[in-house]
């Protein structure tokens, strides 16, 4: 959406002109861009850690059963 604006600030302000009254653009890994009537600024993405099938974490290989119990 709005091609010819290049950097989040823009496109959250033209997005505004528009009507709403809180604009979020999502960046991917990199988190996103607010923008409302009391804040504007980029907001880190929060690390997401996941499991496999076996439940072993993406991130650190830790089976979860072992620590937690069957958590379904």
């Not at 709403?20 to 999502?26: H, R, S």
């Not at 496999?52 to 069957?70: T, V």
């Amino acid at each position: 959406m709005c091609p010819e604006i290049t950097d989040a600030e823009g496109k959250a302000d033209e997005f505004m002109r528009q009507g709403p009254k809180t604009v979020i653009i999502t960046l991917g890994h990199s988190g996103c861009y607010l923008k409302d009537s009391s804040f504007q600024g980029y907001l880190l993405a929060s690390p997401y850690y996941g499991y496999y099938r076996s439940r072993r974490c993406f991130h650190c290989g830790i089976h979860w059963p072992e620590l937690f119990g069957n958590l379904c």
